[in-house]
């Protein structure tokens, strides 16, 4: 029962794509030359009103939405930039392309970052919602940008969304994720002189206005391209219908999941919170041998499974190496090696390490109706309750 596609993949449908169709008519697949209101447009106010964002802008990717959202804090270059120690590299990635510096933090029980080792003065700290795990966000930070690409749908304990609750969220429609349309991101912000400052960039510095050449006034800053297509805001859109009926489905499965795993002594499932978006069963075993061994078995099986090992930042390449495209090292070369530079954690992340050597996750199926999850739910049970 090995899924071929993940998540929202399954629900891709030409028939539910007219705004496609249309901006083919049109002939227009930029969002600026429209004749109408542009899809990307609709795409984002259709976001803002299903997640109470203050103000959404379409993206090309996540990694983009990071990167604007990052840049416009206005940072001077080489200031750190607090992320957590588990988190896919584009987190690292993202903050390195903007000439800052990422400082990995260590993270807990749930892989989320532990706002307690923050220091007093931490201007600017990305929190990831991993594996749909919604994590709180730390209090008396100006910038905290809330990483929400695996965790679409998801909502803090107070009920509002994640991804809408920080100085900026960013959202991710890869094909692994939620929702996709291949690649293409958002980014959500609570104030609209922040949003107005970030739609600029994204437009190399100007003021639009719909339909006509870019405008820039005296004291316009450079910016890029990052804007999104009408192509992509159309399959966006179309995702995003599916979003309640994909978040159900996969409540649905989890709790079946849950339910009939066998009541070994030798594992344990990391509990999710109501707000969480339930994309996997996640499970910690008494050892690393153990993991790997059901791990082994699920593949036999045919069933699908993954590890969290590879998104360990502080052993990563990117951040080990610390290498650099440009030849005189930068932004690495701007590290002088002072205390706040240095990765927190209260005991070099050994507690980490050995966390993510025992733990598997074990993705749910929201495209399978009940009586296929309850059957997925007890192969599942069979295979490590054999182990």
Not at 136 to 146: A, K, Q, R
């Amino acid at each position: 029962m090995l899924r071929k596609l993940p998540y929202g993949a399954n629900y891709l449908s030409w028939a539910e794509v007219p705004e496609l169709r249309e901006a083919f008519e049109d002939k227009a697949l930029f969002r600026y030359i429209t004749s109408g209101e542009s899809v990307s447009s609709r795409f984002e106010r259709a976001v803002e009103e299903r997640l109470g964002a203050g103000h959404a802008l379409a993206t090309h990717n996540g990694t983009q939405a990071l990167r604007l959202a990052l840049v416009g804090t206005r940072p001077a270059a080489g200031t750190p930039v607090h992320i957590p120690a588990v988190t896919f590299v584009a987190v690292a990635g993202s903050v390195l392309s903007c000439g800052l510096i990422p400082v990995p933090v260590d993270v807990d029980e749930r892989f989320g970052l532990d706002a307690s080792l923050l220091p007093p003065d931490a201007e600017r700290v990305v929190v990831a919602h991993m594996e749909g795990m919604v994590g709180p966000l730390p209090e008396g930070v100006p910038y905290v940008i809330e990483d929400t690409a695996q965790a679409m749908g998801g909502r803090h304990r107070d009920g509002r969304h994640a991804g809408t609750v920080g100085w900026a969220g960013t959202f991710s429609f890869h094909h692994a994720k939620v929702l996709t349309s291949g690649e293409g991101g958002l980014l959500t912000a609570r104030d609209q002189e922040d949003w107005v400052r970030l739609r600029s960039y994204s437009d190399h510095g100007s003021d639009r206005a719909h339909g006509q050449y870019p405008a820039w006034r005296e004291g316009s800053f450079y910016g890029e391209n990052l804007c999104s297509n009408e192509a992509v805001a159309s399959v966006q859109l179309q995702q995003f219908r599916h979003l309640d009926e994909i978040l159900a489905s996969l409540e649905r499965h989890y709790a079946l999941a849950v339910e009939q795993l066998p009541g070994r002594p030798d594992m344990r499932v990391v509990p999710r919170t109501e707000g969480d978006v339930k994309v996997s069963v996640r499970v910690q075993f008494d050892s690393g041998e153990l993991r790997d061994r059901a791990l082994a078995a699920l593949t036999d099986r045919g069933l699908p499974g993954w590890t969290l090992d590879r998104y360990f930042l502080p052993e990563h390449p990117v951040l080990k190496g610390r290498a650099s495209i440009y030849s005189d090292g930068f932004p690495w070369n701007l590290d002088d090696g002072s205390e706040r530079y240095r990765p927190l954690s209260r005991d070099g992340f050994a507690g980490t390490r050995d966390l993510l050597s025992r733990t598997l996750c074990i993705p749910l199926a929201p495209e399978l109706d009940k009586a296929e999850q309850d059957t997925y739910a007890k192969e599942l049970a069979s295979v490590l309750t054999l182990l």
